[in-house]
Structures are given as C-alpha cells and as structure tokens.
C-alpha cells in the first residue's frame, strides 16, 4: 500500500491537522495490518466512503491511492466499491472505456 495523504513523496498534503485519543486496545487492533497514523486514516476514510459522504476519488485523494489499488482495498475491507454516484460514474465509465489491455 502506498504512503497515505499526510506525508507523500516528503512533502505535507493536508495543512490541517486534528488529533484523537485512541484506547490502547483499539490502537492495537488497528495497528495489527499497518502504522496506526495510517490505519486510523484509512479506517476514517473507508467509512466515510461506505456512507456516501466522500467521492470515490476523494477518498482515493486522502489516502494517496490509485482508484485501482483503492477498489482492491474496499474490497478486502468488505465495502462496496461501486456504491457510487452518477459524477463517479462517469468517471469511471470513461477510465473503462480508454482502458486498452493489449
């Protein structure tokens, strides 16, 4: 997986910054697949995502994924990916359309 939005090819993407207390335990469980910075992200985004509030390419945006590698990840996640709106659809109509696979 690549780098999240936060540090990306060493530079800061997002200037704002929150920060949130984590119980131990849940701070372990989210650690268990990768860093916690970026599991939390991901875990926030993903669910944002799954209740329609991000765009499929503003979630992919946030956390420095290619739509593909992004699908791949809702999937092993258990989200839908294509819960999407008719702007995302579109979009990904046309990346299908060019798409040449010789």
């Known amino acids: 997986m690549q780098a999240g939005c936060l540090e990306q090819e ?4 997002d200037p704002a910054m929150r ?9 372990a469980l989210l650690e268990s697949e990768q ?14 995502f799954r209740r329609g ?18 699908a791949r990840r ?3 996640l258990g989200i839908p990916y294509f819960l999407i709106g008719k702007e995302d659809w579109e979009t990904e109509k ?9």
């Open 10 to 13: 060493g530079h800061r993407m």
């Open 19 to 27: 920060t949130v207390e984590i119980d131990d335990n849940v701070a």
């Open 35 to 48: 860093p916690l910075e970026r599991a939390a992200r991901e875990t926030i985004v993903m669910d944002l």
């Open 53 to 70: 509030k991000v765009s499929t390419g503003r979630a992919c945006e946030l956390l420095g994924l290619e739509r593909a590698a992004f």
């Open 74 to 76: 809702a999937a092993d």
């Open 94 to 102: 046309a990346t299908l359309d060019a798409w040449d696979p010789s």
